[in-house]
């Protein structure tokens, strides 16, 4: 599937892009505040049977993890960059774990949208719409 491989491949870049910037630990720290975040837990379970993440809701869903919520930043684009990697990370997680569920359940509103392939497709359009949310966080706040 090469949507799947092209997916993995920009989740991987910004990981890679995120640990260069702020490092590995800092990386897995969020790594793992995210999926044990019951903000995490709480989205992903409305998503088990039911439909599709959206990228407003994923982002939505990573200001609310403590760790991000709580951490003090020297910049908003530091604090932007954190939300954005979380979210980041939740997709991911939504695509290993959650999408192989959905197809596997034949009552499951998006097994009835279309296959684990189009899941990797639209996570493509989820990614690129949470770049463009970032972009406008950034846009709004420098123009405060």
């Known amino acids: ?3 799947k491989e092209m997916q993995t491949k920009r989740i991987n870049h910004s990981k890679e892009f ?3 910037q702020y490092g590995n630990s800092e990386l897995e720290k969020i790594r793992t505040e995210t999926m044990n975040s019951y903000e995490t837990m ?3 379970v409305t998503l088990e049977n039911k439909f599709y993440p959206s990228a407003t809701d994923i982002m939505n869903t990573s200001v609310k993890v403590d760790y991000i919520k709580n951490k003090h930043y020297e910049s908003m684009e530091k604090k932007i ?3 954005h990697i979380s979210a980041v990370l939740m997709l991911e997680n939504w695509l290993h774990n959650i ?3 959905q197809n596997e359940n034949p ?3 998006a097994k009835s949208i279309g296959t684990e ?3 990797w497709m639209m996570a493509q359009k989820i990614m690129t ?3 463009a949310i970032c972009d406008d966080l950034e846009k709004e706040f420098e123009n405060k």
């Open 1 to 3: 599937m090469i949507v």
């Open 18 to 20: 995120f640990a260069k």
């Open 42 to 44: 709480k989205y992903f």
């Open 81 to 83: 960059d954190f939300m």
């Open 99 to 101: 999408l192989p569920k």
């Open 107 to 109: 009552t499951s509103i």
């Open 117 to 119: 392939e189009t899941g």
């Open 129 to 131: 719409d949470m770049f």
